[in-house]
């Protein structure tokens, strides 16, 4: 199912599908939708967030798979950060090695987000916190 969300979203016309003026749809099941995605919008260069503190954010404490599951199904061209959402170690939750681990770190490199030889991601430093 999708819903049009404008009053929130539209502060963000570049990362949401555009179908009618000033409507923006994405694939909806309730408001922590909405949140989720406002939340994820939010995010800001050279950061990131675990899927737990983007479900928190949303306000749903305690719905890290919740986060994921929603992230799975954003539309394959969205310009929403997506990217900026990692595990609680501090690594990316794609398979080591694969396109989709690749590509996400890519992304992550680009905006200055630095790997340990491990693979992982200091959140002390690069933490939304």
Known sequence: MS???SKKLSTFPVLFPRIKRDCYYLPMQSDFYERLYTALAAIPAGRV?????LAAL???PGGARWAG???SQLPKDTQLPWFRVINAQGRLSFPVGS???L???GLLVRE???FSDSGRINLKRFGLN
């Open 3 to 5: 819903r049009c969300i």
């Open 49 to 53: 967030v675990t899927y737990g503190q």
């Open 58 to 60: 949303a306000g749903r």
């Open 69 to 71: 599951r929603v992230l």
């Open 99 to 101: 396109a989709a681990a």
């Open 103 to 105: 590509r996400q770190q």
């Open 112 to 114: 200055g987000i630095e």
